[in-house]
């Protein structure tokens, strides 16, 4: 038999790695003594380390003696009433007139694919996804992934929203279009819509007929109150009537980054449409991943099912929220002090984990080699990898490097 001379894989073509997971290889194989990582929007507490909620230990304690059966298709049952109350209000009307259909997902990343694809089956393929830009890495991907057209509108300026930008592309995009919004904590540029704009957005969604997703990676840690961080899902969907898709993550509102734990939920005209969006979101997770996974949602169902461990997870979450402020204000007092040149006031303005430093790639990179501090390219750095300890050393750094 001769040599076989092909490939079945000669057409694939290398693909380079995430920019951000590598960052974080590359900072975790870094030997020096005094290190830095601003890159991965994960929580860590004042000693740097990832925090374990104490309201997580405690709903885990309650389900230590849970079986290893699968779960319904959709998901944990208490985890979807729970999680969907959570999102939009004990007393909301959609719950109430039984028009939100939802499934279990693999936290915000696996519910965002679960919306696109069940928008696919929905609209066909001729409609676009709008993307704000900058937006976070994956959005375009995830969308292409199912079969959409993304296009991107300009979302920021360096002082906040750039709603002329933003109302703009609403008006222009075709009826039936779908927009990718992010409920609150805008990653990576950290600027939301007030209320106010929240509402003239609403009524363009409405009246041109545009499809929202709401993709709700960090309410709760936002401002620290959750019911706040939902305002513009509950705006839309209840105070507008519009039907609207929600992807809600528990990874970092819980800190269960590793156990892919989130909600797909869609808002229908009518009892009877949920129903039917409902069976076919049971049927996609079926050929996907059949059934979905059940630490997570045993976990997040036991804090939100309980009184006092609920309480206590409000309590965590205001202690995050509170020490990521508390960090904006640190680096920002450092940096005015120094009299570093630069735009800080937007430490303090911004909102959430992220803030874009304004850097150049070129400091950017400069401050990796030469102080192993690490932060995305675009200069977003991730704020909780802030401490007491690092802060001081951070913004002298940044202070050398601008100064260069
Ligand atoms: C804007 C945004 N959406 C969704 C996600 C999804 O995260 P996960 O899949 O870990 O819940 C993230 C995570 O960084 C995010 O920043």
């Not at 976070?136 to 360096?158: A, D, I, T």
């Amino acid at each position: 038999m001769g040599a076989i001379s092909f490939s079945f894989f000669d057409t694939v073509t290398y693909t380079p790695p995430d920019a951000i997971f590598e960052l974080t290889k590359t900072y975790n194989a870094d030997l020096a003594a005094r290190k830095v990582n601003l890159g991965q929007g994960t929580y860590k507490d004042e000693n740097g380390n990832p925090w374990i909620l104490p309201a997580v230990r405690a709903a885990k304690e309650k389900i230590k003696e849970s079986n290893h059966e699968y779960l319904p298709i959709l998901g944990l049952p208490s985890f979807r009433v729970l999680a969907t109350e959570l999102v939009f209000g004990k007393d909301s009307a959609v719950i109430q007139e039984k028009r939100v259909a939802s499934c279990q997902a693999l936290s915000g990343t696996g519910a965002l694919h679960v919306a696109g694809t069940m928008l696919m089956r929905a609209f066909g393929r001729d409609r676009t996804v709008y993307i704000t830009n900058p937006s976070w890495s994956n959005h375009r991907q995830v969308f292409e992934s199912v079969g959409f057209g993304v296009k991107e509108f300009n979302y920021s300026l360096s002082g906040g929203v750039d709603m002329q930008s933003f109302l703009q592309s609403l008006n222009e995009a075709a009826p039936k279009s779908i927009f990718v919004f992010h409920a609150s904590a805008h990653n990576p540029s950290g600027w939301d819509p007030s209320p106010e704009q929240w509402k003239q957005i609403g009524s363009i969604v409405k009246e041109r007929q545009l499809f929202p997703i709401f993709d709700a990676a960090y309410l709760g840690l936002t401002s620290g109150d959750y019911d706040r961080d939902a305002f513009a899902i509950r705006y839309f969907a209840e105070e507008i009537g519009l039907e609207i898709a929600v992807c809600l993550s528990f990874a970092k509102s819980m800190g269960l980054y590793g156990e892919r734990i989130g909600l797909c939920a869609f808002v229908s005209r009518t009892r009877t449409l949920a129903t039917a969006v409902e069976s076919t979101l049971a049927q996609l997770i079926r050929f996907e991943i059949s059934n979905p996974p059940a630490f997570g949602a045993r976990i997040v169902a036991a804090v939100l099912e309980d009184v006092d461990i609920d309480a206590e997870w409000r309590r965590n979450l205001a202690t995050m929220s509170s020490r990521i402020a508390e960090m904006r204000l640190q680096l920002y007092q450092e940096l005015t002090e120094l009299g570093t040149p630069g735009d800080w006031k937007r430490l303090m303005e911004q909102k959430g984990m992220f803030c874009i430093l304004g850097l150049t790639p070129d400091q950017v990179q400069h401050l990796q080699n030469e102080y192993h501090i690490y932060m995305a390219e675009s200069s977003r750095i991730s704020i909780p990898g802030l401490n007491r300890s690092n802060v001081r050393y951070v913004a002298e750094c940044i202070h050398q490097t601008v100064k260069r």
